[in-house]
C-alpha cells in the first residue's frame, strides 16, 4: 500500500519543524532556568534580567545554526517541488 504524498509530505515538515526548533528552544530553556535560579537566589526580580539574556542567545543559536537551518529548509523545499512535478503527470 503507498502512503499518501500529501500525509508524507506534512510528516516531513512537522519533523522538519521539530529538528529546526530544538536548538533555539533549548538555548531559551536552559537560560531561562539559570536565570531563573540566579533572581531566586539573589532575589533580584527585574524583568529585563529574565529577557536580554534570552534574547542575546537566541541571536547566537540563530546565527550559529542558522546557515544548516536554511539549507535543511532549502532541501525539503527542493524535494517537495520536486515530487510536486513528478507527481503532475499521473492521472487521479
Given at each position: 500500500?503507498?502512503?499518501?504524498?500529501?500525509?508524507?509530505?506534512?510528516?516531513?515538515?512537522?519533523?522538519?519543524?521539530?529538528?529546526?526548533?530544538?536548538?533555539?528552544?533549548?538555548?531559551?530553556?536552559?537560560?531561562?532556568?539559570?536565570?531563573?535560579?540566579l533572581q531566586a537566589m539573589?532575589?533580584?526580580?527585574?524583568?529585563?534580567?529574565?529577557?536580554?539574556?534570552?534574547?542575546?542567545?537566541?541571536?547566537?543559536?540563530?546565527?550559529?545554526?542558522?546557515?544548516a537551518m536554511t539549507l535543511?529548509?532549502?532541501?525539503?523545499?527542493?524535494?517537495?517541488?520536486?515530487?510536486?512535478?513528478?507527481?503532475?503527470?499521473?492521472?487521479?
Amino acid at each position: 500500500m503507498t502512503e499518501d504524498p500529501t500525509a508524507l509530505a506534512l510528516r516531513e515538515a512537522l519533523w522538519l519543524a521539530l529538528q529546526l526548533a530544538w536548538p533555539p528552544l533549548l538555548a531559551m530553556l536552559t537560560i531561562g532556568l539559570l536565570v531563573s535560579v540566579l533572581q531566586a537566589m539573589t532575589q533580584i526580580q527585574e524583568a529585563t534580567l529574565a529577557f536580554l539574556p534570552k534574547l542575546v542567545a537566541m541571536a547566537v543559536v540563530l546565527l550559529l545554526t542558522g546557515p544548516a537551518m536554511t539549507l535543511a529548509l532549502q532541501g525539503y523545499a527542493t524535494q517537495l517541488y520536486e515530487r510536486v512535478v513528478a507527481l503532475g503527470g499521473q492521472p487521479r
